[in-house]
Nanobody, 114 residues
Framework: VQLQASGGGLVQPGGSLSVSCATS????????MGWYRQAPGKQRELVAD???????NYLDSVKGRFTISRDNANNTVHLQMNSLKVEDTAVYYC?????????WGQGTLVTVSS
């Protein structure tokens, strides 16, 4: 399984950014697709995930600001991040779960700073 993350970058507080993750095979093979993040000195945490049936789950601090979606035709999962805060700064990692086994993509850095 290969997960290719893209997007990220530098944005000012209150701005928007999107990160995407493309799977090497059919995205429908995975039970759950998600985005995690890890800030310096902190543990990795789940930001949002989406099931094959499109059920979503969000970290409380991003609810109403972030939206996860999947594009089955292009085997891609997107995370749209709006109203970004300094505390959203982290390396964001794509994750895919199939039969209880996790696969990880490379991280992409999101920096929120003025």
């Amino acid at each position: 399984v290969q997960l290719q993350a893209s997007g990220g970058g530098l944005v000012q507080p209150g701005g928007s950014l999107s990160v995407s993750c493309a799977t090497s095979g059919s995205i429908l093979a995975f039970d759950v697709m998600g985005w995690y993040r890890q800030a310096p000195g902190k543990q990795r945490e789940l930001v949002a995930d989406i099931s094959r049936g499109d059920s979503t789950n969000y970290l409380d601090s991003v609810k109403g600001r972030f939206t996860i979606s999947r594009d089955n035709a292009n085997n891609t999962v997107h995370l749209q991040m709006n109203s970004l805060k300094v505390e959203d700064t982290a390396v964001y990692y794509c994750n895919a779960v199939r039969w209880g086994t996790s696969s990880w993509g490379q991280g992409t850095l999101v920096t929120v700073s003025s």
